[in-house]
Antibody
Framework: QVQMVQSEAEVKKPGASVKVSCKASGYTFTDYYVHWVRQAPGQGLEWMGWINPNSDYTDHAQKFQGRVTMTRDTSISTAFMELSRLRSDDTAVYYC??????????????WGKGTTVTVSS | DMQMTQSPSSLSASVGDRVTITCRASQNINKYLNWFQQKPGKAPKLLIYAASNLQSGVPSRFSGSGSGTDFALTIISLQPEDFATYYCQQTYSSPFTFGPGTRVDIK
């Protein structure tokens, strides 16, 4: 079945980096974009950006400029999101989700279960 | 960035009620509007895409409407499993912002 399996929870110190992975299965990885969305405790959803696994093109929200890197490894159908210079307000659940390539409504129809990232000294 | 607002921020309803949640964009977004349902501790679930298209497998009691700046999600005959938080999201322009959410709980 179609699924996106994310890496395990992480605990990081302020100033460190975290790299979250998202392994796709049950579909052709390069046929769908991968988006990253995060949710701080008790808060709403925040879209971070997306990557086109076919072309390696990325787009991300300006607030993460200089801190976020989205990559992919097509040989293992996995997308990665690395966030650097972590702060306490980066503590959140990070989700990956897919949307169909070439469909510009970008609706995210399959989601990973989320990876909890805790930033604490 | 495109700003999305939702109203109400929360509501209490009974099983069988008809519920409508509205979402407003700060600029014209045509029909680039999706709706998600989220339950505590779970990932969001896509309900409606492109403003009015029901995602496969989603019950027909859910419907979406609107275009431009004003949108609505309607649930006819609310069921126990529908108590959750609902988010709209615009995908007209990056960043693809979400609304703040509407919590639907049991009266």
């Amino acid at each position: 079945q179609v699924q996106m399996v994310q890496s395990e929870a992480e605990v990081k110190k302020p100033g460190a980096s975290v790299k979250v992975s998202c392994k796709a299965s049950g579909y052709t990885f390069t046929d769908y974009y991968v988006h990253w969305v995060r949710q701080a405790p008790g808060q709403g959803l925040e879209w971070m950006g997306w990557i086109n696994p076919n072309s390696d093109y990325t787009d991300h929200a300006q607030k993460f400029q200089g801190r976020v890197t989205m990559t992919r490894d097509t040989s293992i159908s996995t997308a990665f999101m690395e966030l650097s210079r972590l702060r306490s307000d980066d503590t959140a659940v990070y989700y990956c989700a897919r949307s169909k390539s070439g469909n510009y409504y970008y609706y995210m129809d399959v989601w990973g279960k989320g990876t909890t990232v805790t930033v604490s000294s | 960035d495109m700003q999305m607002t939702q109203s109400p921020s929360s509501l209490s309803a009974s099983v069988g009620d008809r519920v409508t949640i509205t979402c407003r964009a700060s600029q014209n977004i045509n029909k680039y509007l999706n709706w998600f349902q989220q339950k505590p501790g779970k990932a969001p679930k896509l309900l409606i895409y492109a403003a009015s298209n029901l995602q496969s497998g989603v019950p027909s009691r859910f419907s979406g409407s609107g275009s431009g700046t004003d949108f609505a999600l309607t649930i006819i005959s609310l069921q126990p499993e529908d108590f959750a938080t609902y988010y709209c999201q615009q995908t007209y322009s990056s960043p693809f912002t979400f609304g703040p959410g509407t919590r639907v709980d049991i009266k």
